[in-house]
């Protein structure tokens, strides 16, 4: 197979053009913007992906196309490395570097880092692509598929799915299949099987009723959902909203970021009976939160802290009954609510750490135990065993005198190791909660949230704000955290910090407190020394208390 780098430049030049010099960056999850930007940007990913699939020896790579939790008319771009996990930090700075060239720079920067990284350019290789239902993902999709094809490299298009199955896909490829099919029907029968297994025809018990609402945020997560009801039957009674037809906007007034920012349910709510069980998931189904509302009509909300601790303490009762040697340790970021920390410490007392925002960073660092448990506040997590651990579960499920056993075999079955997967992770809560006898009201009860809040604020540049120990301090401008630190000071169990997000052009403010007035004060002190000490642009924050002024 001989290869001419001009093809590459042909390609971009007819049909790929960069439209934009304004610098992007592969931010916390890949590429982000405006979708009529981005064709130029999968273009590359598409050739870089083909790259690196070469380089790890002709393993498959994924390219997921989606803005996840952002609006509709976002789009992006995020690559998956072959054991499922985010692409390699090193790789991130070279995607960078290659959508940032202009189109006549391109065909030298891709020899560059052919030459760099010493790739047989003439080896194998295979990109699977996915994509979210958003309008312009298809034209996306092309692009991609065309940067693959630029270099001769091999693409399998697997059309609308949710970003964790794309990363099955590619674990299941890249394992022969040990993992499951890498194909839609593949993944629906790995999850089910394990799920209905679990289920073991005792759909009801103590307070657990086997119904939900599933909010699907008008994205993919919805026509997944009507998926996996019909191939389950009955085993869960789910009733989707937000199912993406009509009107409803992706991500618009509903979806897991929705609820859990803005702490109310999403549209398009039926009226249901008090305590209801109700779920909602993202653009991408990648996390999923947990709401209900009491007696009183409150909104109550189980984020990813909930379901983190929900399932910690279940592993851990799995691993005690069944009298196994396993270290299990929970993986979280400072946007966890101080009370689950809390918990986590002095009642489950399972070890915890505090990594920086981005599930790559959870991943890696849950990756050091036997069983690590990782989800960030909004949702996004999920479990990884390792190697001892699955061998070891397995062989004490063979023993055959313990039946706990079996049941964690399954369990493993039940979770999609490979990235956070809100319709795995829902199908793992349910088990637990059926297991268990629980309600919500069961749940909710184990600690009490403190008050919590968070704001964005527009910034000139973002980047003039840099962090340390795992996101809690701030560094950089001079002193913003003197005055962090003075502002919380005044209040009961206040926490705050501020960090440049990785996925819009804001400046994330992060607030608790014992009270709710206090946080809401907190964050907006907060705030207003952002936008005096880091550039704020547009017009002073208003306490929300003086709003009607
Ligand atoms: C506070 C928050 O929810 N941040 C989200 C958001 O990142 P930012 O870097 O904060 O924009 O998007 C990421 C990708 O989906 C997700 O991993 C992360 O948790
Ligand atoms: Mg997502």
Not at 202 to 215: A, R, S
Not at 447 to 475: F, G, M, S
Request: hydrophobic share 40%.
């Amino acid at each position: 197979m001989s290869i001419n780098l001009r093809t590459v430049y042909a390609f971009a030049r007819e049909m790929y053009p960069k439209l934009s010099t304004e610098h992007i960056q592969y931010g916390t999850a890949g590429f982000r913007g405006k979708a009529e930007f981005l064709d130029s940007v999968m273009f590359r990913m598409g050739v870089l992906a083909t790259l690196r699939s070469r380089f790890r020896s002709g393993a498959a790579i994924g390219v997921m196309i989606t803005a996840s939790h952002n609006p509709e008319p976002d789009n992006g771009v995020k690559l998956v490395d072959p054991k499922g996990e985010m692409l390699e930090a090193s790789w991130e700075s070279i995607a960078t570097d290659l959508v940032n060239v202009s189109d006549q720079e391109l065909e030298q920067q891709v020899a560059k880092i052919i030459k760099d990284n010493n790739i047989d350019i003439t080896s194998s290789s295979i990109v699977y692509v996915g994509m979210d239902n958003r309008y312009h993902s298809p034209r996306l999709l092309k692009a991609v598929a065309d940067g693959v094809i630029a270099l001769k490299g091999n693409v399998r298009e697997y059309g609308i799915v949710t970003t964790p199955m794309l990363h099955y896909f590619v674990v299941s490829a890249n394992t022969k299949e040990a993992y499951g099919k890498p194909t839609e029907e593949g993944y629906y029968d790995k999850l089910i099987t394990a799920f209905k297994t679990l289920r073991n025809d005792q759909l009801e018990n103590g307070n657990y009723k086997n119904n939900l609402i599933f909010d699907g945020a008008n994205g993919v997560g919805a026509r997944k959902m009507l998926q996996f009801i019909k191939r389950m039957q009955n085993s869960l009674q789910v009733t989707v909203i937000n199912q993406g037809i009509g009107q409803g906007k992706i991500n618009e007034d509903c979806g897991a970021d929705y609820v859990k920012v803005q702490q109310r349910p999403p549209k398009s709510m039926p009226e249901v009976e008090p305590y209801t069980r109700c779920c909602s998931v993202d653009g991408d189904a990648d996390r999923v939160v947990y709401f209900f509302s009491n007696d009183k009509g409150e909104f109550q909300l189980l984020d990813g802290d909930r379901i983190a601790t929900l399932v910690a303490g279940y592993l851990m009762d799995l691993v005690k009954k069944c009298q196994l040697d396993l270290r299990l340790g929970l993986v979280q970021t400072a946007y966890a609510n101080g009370a689950s920390t809390d918990y986590i410490v002095n009642e489950l007392k399972v070890p915890v750490s505090c990594v920086p925002t981005g599930v790559k960073h959870l991943h890696h660092k849950a990756l050091e135990y036997d069983i690590g448990v990782y989800f960030e506040a909004n949702g996004h997590g999920t479990v990884v065993f390792s190697d001892h651990a699955k061998s070891t579960v397995a062989e004490a499920a063979k023993a055959g005198d313990k039946p706990d056993a079996k049941i964690f075999l399954k369990i493993i079955d039940l979770i999609n190791e490979t990235v956070g997967d809100a319709i795995s992770d829902m199908l793992l809560v349910e088990t637990i909660l059926n297991h268990k006898g629980w309600d919500v009201k069961d749940w909710i009860s184990t600690y009490t949230d403190l008050p919590n809040q968070q704001l964005k604020i527009k910034v000139q540049d973002r980047n003039v704000i840099a962090t340390t120990d795992a996101e809690r301090v701030c560094v950089k401008p001079e002193g913003l955290q003197i005055e962090i630190n003075k502002a919380v000071s005044n209040y009961k169990r206040g926490r705050a910090f501020v960090r440049p997000s990785g996925t819009e052009d804001v400046v994330r403010v992060y607030a608790e407190a014992n009270t709710k007035e206090d946080t809401v004060s907190l964050a907006h002190e907060i705030g207003i020394l952002v936008q005096r000490l880091a550039g704020g642009v547009g017009p002073e924050l208003v306490h929300p208390n003086n709003a009607h002024l």
